[in-house]
């Protein structure tokens, strides 16, 4: 089985709350259910009761005592480098010319309106 599932499902049994698991895991929401459905799609059985409040199923009982021991097993979570923001812009080729008050550029045609 996948650590990263099995972190997944872990967090979803402590909370029991899939919103706040989430947020613990600094994941979206929509991953999480799809992690949770790939476990449960992996074990054959439905792990967590998803009809009222969020509540394990006796499968997901045995499965948890097991999926805490891997998880405390497992080599901590390598964190994911941050990214520099933005988009490169384009080169707006030799600069431009401080622009003189009262003379248009030369070869420029001026904007219609």
């Known amino acids: 089985m996948n650590i990263t599932l099995l972190r997944r499902f872990v967090a979803v049994a402590e ?8 947020q613990k895991l ?16 992996e074990v054959g059985q439905p792990l967590v009761a998803r ?14 005592p ?12 390598a964190k994911k480098p941050v990214k520099a923001g933005g988009k ?4 707006k080729g030799k600069g431009r010319a401080p622009v003189v008050k009262g003379q248009p550029k030369p070869y420029k045609k001026r904007q219609g309106r």
């Open 66 to 77: 097991e999926a805490q021991r891997e998880v405390a097993a497992a080599p901590p979570e």
């Open 51 to 64: 009809e009222g409040e969020t509540r394990l199923t006796s499968v997901g009982l045995l499965l948890l």
């Open 15 to 22: 909370e029991l709350h899939f919103p706040r698991a989430a």
């Open 26 to 41: 600094g994941i979206p929401l929509p991953s999480l259910y799809s992690s949770i459905d790939k476990l449960e799609e």
């Open 88 to 91: 490169a812009k384009a080169s």
